[in-house]
């Protein structure tokens, strides 16, 4: 069964217009209310936000389809993305819902649904809650329909879990970090956890309105970030998104480190103190070839998903992982938390630069990348990865990589672009072989 309503990580797309309207939201409330309601207890659903103006509009269309249901709602207001994943787990919820368009600009908006165990649904509940939406919804009986109440500690209670997964010893005094919370939904419990461990914060990418998150700030837009950690000679920067599961650091000296080498970082340091599950851990396609030689030469492995923190996760929980990401910044750290967590994974970052002593620049550069580069080539229609002449210069750079680099070559799932990528010991040799796949790509295409 095809997907309709369901991408990658929920339903997204630019507000008021289809998919993201107030209607189709009120009929995911009915319909993910209908299908979670298992038993004959009190069914429960919690939902929290990021800082988007659309946010109102979408969680009032979702609370009136849950209530229209029978299910009770506790609403959070503007929280991070895992902490709707851990509150529903730990109020036991019978389902939690984050509105984020995570790091879209702020016109978009999505729904993410999370199950009862926090994790996030499965392909199977999903196309159950999309064939609900094209059928007509039985209602609850006028004494049935449910509550809503919102809940003020939620924040609280976050804060308290990610404190938690800061090793108990340490402490952050004497540290100054600059925290970017682009203007999303951590604004307020990121600087609150770093400055209850004992840090100095500057806090930037706090002051939402409505319309600016992610705008030139936060890890898409790390360049706030950078300048402020220079300026303000901070030890550290830790820049976040829109919904807060995703990181990217900034060293003192303004560099940005990516998600490859923060994991490189947190599992070769897990796997020394003996904590390091599955033997590995899981990262996607797009992650450097540094990145696996380094880990190899730690007698780490590495194992590569699609692109998506979803099939990441499968991963991690079929194999027994409990480190996993994306080059992008998603970290998953699953002793700690059901889903990709930008303020968890941060502390691991700090932990190991408080126990080291040494500075940023010199902690976080666990590898050299090898020469990366990724193009995307538009096209009108069809399948030009099929074409034979496509098909012909892929094996041929394929065979020219060998031994000495790797391509990735994939459809865009939201748009019609092919994404070529490929990396190399020679970056002549990756920039000719890019350019070589894009141009056969656009003539067939043309």
Same mark, same amino acid.
């Given at each position: 069964?095809?997907?309709?309503?369901?991408?990658?990580?929920?339903?997204?797309?630019?507000?008021?217009?289809?998919?993201?309207?107030?209607?189709?939201?009120?009929?995911?409330?009915?319909?993910?209310?209908?299908?979670?309601?298992?038993?004959?207890?009190?069914?429960?659903?919690?939902?929290?936000?990021?800082?988007?103006?659309?946010?109102?509009?979408?969680?009032?269309?979702?609370?009136?389809?849950?209530?229209?249901?029978?299910?009770?709602?506790?609403?959070?207001?503007?929280?991070?993305?895992?902490?709707?994943?851990?509150?529903?787990?730990?109020?036991?919820?019978?389902?939690?819902?984050?509105?984020?368009?995570?790091?879209?600009?702020?016109?978009?908006?999505?729904?993410?649904?999370?199950?009862? $165990?926090?994790?996030? %649904?499965?392909?199977? #509940? +999903?196309?159950?809650?999309?064939?609900?939406? @094209? *059928?007509?919804?039985? =209602?609850?009986?006028?004494?049935?329909?449910?509550?809503?109440?919102?809940?003020?500690?939620?924040?609280?209670?976050?804060?308290?879990?990610?404190?938690?997964?800061?090793?108990?010893?340490?402490?952050?005094?004497?540290?100054?970090?600059?925290?970017?919370?682009?203007?999303?939904?951590?604004?307020?419990?990121?600087?609150?956890?770093?400055?209850?461990?004992?840090?100095?914060?500057?806090?930037?990418?706090?002051?939402?309105?409505?319309?600016?998150?992610?705008?030139?700030?936060?890890?898409?837009?790390?360049?706030?970030?950078?300048?402020?950690?220079?300026?303000?000679?901070?030890?550290?920067?830790?820049?976040?998104?829109? $919904?807060?599961?995703? %990181?990217?650091?900034? #060293? +003192?000296?303004?560099?940005?480190?990516?998600? @490859? *080498?923060?994991?490189? =970082?947190?599992?070769?340091?897990?796997?020394?103190?003996?904590?390091?599950?599955?033997?590995?851990?899981?990262?996607?396609?797009?992650?450097?070839?540094?990145?696996?030689?380094?880990?190899?030469?730690?007698?780490?492995?590495?194992?590569?998903?699609?692109?998506?923190?979803?099939?990441?996760?499968?991963?991690?929980?079929?194999?027994?992982?409990?480190?996993?990401?994306?080059?992008?910044?998603?970290?998953?750290?699953?002793?700690?938390?059901?889903?990709?967590?930008?303020?968890?994974?941060?502390?691991?970052?700090?932990?190991?630069?408080?126990?080291?002593?040494?500075?940023?620049?010199?902690?976080?550069?666990?590898?050299?990348?090898?020469?990366? %580069?990724?193009?995307?080539?538009?096209?009108?229609?069809?399948?030009?990865?099929?074409?034979?002449?496509?098909?012909?210069?892929?094996?041929?750079?394929?065979?020219?990589?060998?031994?000495?680099?790797?391509?990735?070559?994939?459809?865009?799932?939201?748009?019609?672009?092919?994404?070529?990528?490929?990396?190399?010991?020679?970056?002549?040799?990756?920039?000719?072989?890019?350019?070589?796949?894009?141009?056969?790509?656009?003539?067939?295409?043309?």
């Amino acid at each position: 069964m095809s997907r309709q309503y369901f991408g990658t990580d929920g339903i997204r797309g630019r507000t008021n217009k289809w998919p993201m309207t107030a209607a189709l939201a009120m009929k995911v409330g009915m319909a993910a209310g209908t299908h979670f309601q298992r038993g004959t207890h009190r069914h429960r659903v919690v939902i929290g936000k990021d800082t988007r103006l659309s946010g109102y509009m979408v969680e009032n269309a979702l609370v009136a389809g849950f209530t229209a249901v029978g299910m009770d709602v506790v609403q959070f207001g503007p929280i991070p993305t895992p902490a709707v994943a851990l509150l529903a787990h730990s109020m036991r919820a019978d389902l939690g819902v984050m509105i984020s368009a995570s790091h879209n600009p702020y016109f978009d908006n999505g729904i993410k649904l999370f199950g009862p $165990d926090g994790y996030k %649904l499965s392909d199977e #509940d +999903e196309l159950k809650i999309e064939a609900l939406l @094209d *059928q007509d919804i039985s =209602l609850a009986e006028s004494k049935d329909i449910g509550r809503a109440r919102r809940v003020e500690d939620a924040r609280g209670r976050y804060i308290h879990a990610v404190k938690s997964s800061f090793p108990a010893d340490l402490r952050l005094d004497g540290l100054k970090i600059v925290v970017d919370c682009a203007n999303g939904a951590a604004y307020q419990v990121a600087p609150s956890a770093l400055w209850e461990l004992g840090a100095e914060v500057v806090a930037v990418g706090v002051t939402p309105n409505g319309t600016n998150i992610n705008d030139a700030c936060g890890s898409t837009a790390p360049l706030l970030c950078q300048e402020t950690v220079v300026s303000s000679g901070a030890d550290i920067g830790i820049a976040l998104d829109g $919904d807060a599961d995703r %990181l990217i650091v900034v #060293d +003192e000296k303004g560099k940005i480190v990516d998600g @490859d *080498q923060i994991m490189a =970082l947190i599992a070769a340091n897990w796997a020394r103190e003996g904590v390091l599950r599955g033997g590995g851990l899981v990262a996607t396609v797009m992650s450097n070839l540094g990145l696996e030689r380094f880990l190899a030469g730690q007698g780490i492995a590495l194992e590569r998903t699609s692109v998506g923190d979803r099939y990441v996760l499968e991963r991690m929980r079929s194999g027994g992982f409990n480190v996993g990401g994306e080059q992008s910044g998603h970290m998953i750290l699953s002793d700690y938390a059901t889903t990709g967590d930008g303020t968890i994974a941060a502390l691991q970052v700090l932990a190991a630069l408080v126990r080291s002593g040494r500075s940023a620049s010199e902690l976080l550069h666990q590898f050299d990348p090898v020469p990366q %580069l990724l193009k995307n080539v538009r096209f009108s229609g069809g399948k030009p990865l099929e074409h034979e002449e496509v098909k012909r210069v892929i094996a041929q750079a394929q065979a020219e990589l060998e031994g000495a680099g790797r391509l990735v070559i994939r459809p865009s799932g939201t748009e019609p672009v092919i994404r070529v990528m490929a990396e190399g010991d020679s970056e002549d040799q990756v920039r000719d072989v890019v350019e070589r796949i894009c141009a056969a790509v656009a003539k067939v295409t043309a």
